[in-house]
């Protein structure tokens, strides 16, 4: 983005105004309702008969991640798509995009370049505008605040609010991967820290990249269309599938029975559960960030949902005073809780 | 917001639930076109026949405000307001916000809840529907995100490129008063902070008050629409005259020629200035935050705005060959710089 020869340059001789004309000489608007982008106080978009769906997130440094094993790239990049994952569990389609950062001192034009390469590319690949943004500096670390955009005519909309009762529980994907690529990736940090050696972790490809680099389910959504099937409810797994199912049911006041068994885990995440010594399910139903879709379709969808392999069938809604309630291997039934850390 | 026996819960108690349940649970929806809010993935917006006009900004602790002297209510206030500020610039009506912050420990629940009064009483006096966001941890001080989304129709919408030659360059209220309540709250700061007594503000009620409740100037764009006048250009004076005016004069590939008798000053600014050796018209010019609207109309409005006691008529645009230039009090013609602190 900028000549060779700049590419360390320190971010207070290229001042406010340099940084937000290298990050932003190279965006094309490309959707025809991002009518206006950056550079004036505010952007300007034209959704004609359709809805606008707003979405937002705020990643700061230390909490939601670590530099020391995060490439900004990788970085720039989820925090786009996990906005683009809460528009898809609208049913809706992401069209534009607003970023803040907020940097300290610490961060070369370089760095924040790295990390606007990710964010691009997300864009690129799901079809979004980046239409403004603010930067700015902070006193420790880097703080990114993303505002995503998405449209959807009325009645396609789905909330978490409208499952009924024998509706079919499906997931797409498989869940309890991320959580367990970033477990492998704390080791590591751990073990780099005090041996200086570089971790070997080429045979964890997978789980790694389901943490640093999740993929939100737009095909999912594609694919439910094309089906002609419209889910009664939907959500996006950021927090664990425990805490998302209580979400559709306390919405949609009903309980739910899912099954242990049908819930998919990859061999890759059950292996390093071994290793580490947490269960696979565990991971799946508290460990977060998957950005899966989680929805509830009639039970009359059965016969073409059941065909899916990007699809599973969990289980099903029942009535609220039945409670929200997971049907255990050995067939015991337990109650679901939100961040629960205890293993059955 | 909670029990008065609850007020100084720690966070970590209450829980990211329960800190959204106790930040929302008062919200009620007043747009038509706010049509679901907070409580799912994202919230869903309607705007039939408008055009949607969205801007955001970032503000952390220790660059953007110091909490030592920046009641939290206070704070809350202003975030919101400055993104409306922004919409206003747009002559654009804000509707919607969403709002994300990041806290480290330090935070009580009261806290926050003060936080939050500011932010409600800005969404309540401007007519804006809180329908989303985020709240997270930080590992040091407070950071604060917001959205906020307006409407327009087509052809209400002003951006900064339509300045012609001839146009009159106008300005609200007055300019330089925000940073001056800036330097007295500094000065103060230091004072007290080394003699432990609690400084006399009284005399600076304005400054103070311009700077920490700034009100963005919605009545302006009211007025403007009422006397049937739409400006050419517009943008709200966030980083100062000089800045806004360069961008104004950039976009729109103009000149233009500003009186330095004609900027409006406060008497207390002024009077502030002198105590600090700052002139009034240097912190007009480079200050910042002033929040006040800037904006030009043909020549044909002369009548009618020059009668208006809330607007001055400041300069006019001329040819780009013919520079950016300002007319000093002595007569003499110096260049226009953005963020320059020369004092002429």
Redesign the interface.
Known sequence: MKPENDKHANLSELGE?GLIKMLTEKITLKNPGS??GV???????????K??????????????FDLVYTPLKHLGYKAAVINFS??F??N?LPR?M?I???LSAKFTTQMIAELYEGIYLACERYGVDL????T??????L?I?I????E?V?DE?V??NGAKVNDLICVSGNLGSAYMGLQLLEREKKIFGSTGQQPEMDEYGYILERHLKPEPRGDIVQLLRELNIKPTSM??ISDGLSSELLHICT?SKKGCLVYASKIPIDPETEKMGKEINIDGLVAALNGGEDYELLFTVPLSAFEIIGKRPEISIIGHIVDESEGKRLVTQTGSLVDLK?QGWKAF
């Open positions: 105004f009518l206006v550079g004036d106080d505010a952007a300007v978009l034209d959704y004609p008969d809805q606008v769906v707003v979405t937002t997130d705020l990643l700061t440094e230390g909490i939601h809460d528009l569990a609208m809706a534009q607003l803040s950062i907020a239409v403004g943004g603010d700015s500096s902070s006193v420790t670390g703080t605040s505002t995503a955009i998405g959807a009325k909309i909330y978490r959500i996006d919405a939100a």
